[in-house]
């Protein structure tokens, strides 16, 4: 059974910092990109960063680059989302999701963890 778990989340200040983590089991890890995402109340969900299997491509959006960084560590089937400068726009849920290109592709969600930044 697969299962991504996620953590990190909280209540936090603008200016602040949070560090995501999820961990994945029942999986090759390995052979999945992982990708971070977030929904508000009221908006569409929305891709905050992606990373390949070898953690060589990385992708932002627009309105967290320079803030958020990406990293996986292989060994723990972690993948890690640090969050700086939070504003309160960051404020979410916060998912994560192992994709992988096959036909059809396999797409698994963890439970998703609030971040709020207020002050």
């Known amino acids: 059974q697969v299962r991504l778990v996620e953590s990190g989340g909280g209540l936090v200040r603008p200016g602040g910092s949070l560090r995501l983590s999820c961990v994945a089991s029942g999986l090759t890890f390995t052979r999945y990109s992982m990708t971070w995402y977030r929904r508000s109340p009221g908006k569409e969900r929305e891709l905050v960063a992606t990373?390949?299997?070898?953690?060589?491509?990385?992708d932002y959006a627009d309105s967290v680059k320079g803030r958020f960084t990406i990293s996986r560590d292989n060994d723990k089937n972690t993948v890690y989302l640090q969050m700086n400068s939070l504003k309160p726009e960051d404020t979410a849920v916060y998912y994560c999701n192992a994709f992988h290109f096959s036909t059809p592709p396999i797409r698994y969600w963890g439970q998703g963890t609030q971040v709020t930044v207020s002050s």
């Open positions: 990373v390949s299997g070898a953690g060589n491509l990385i």
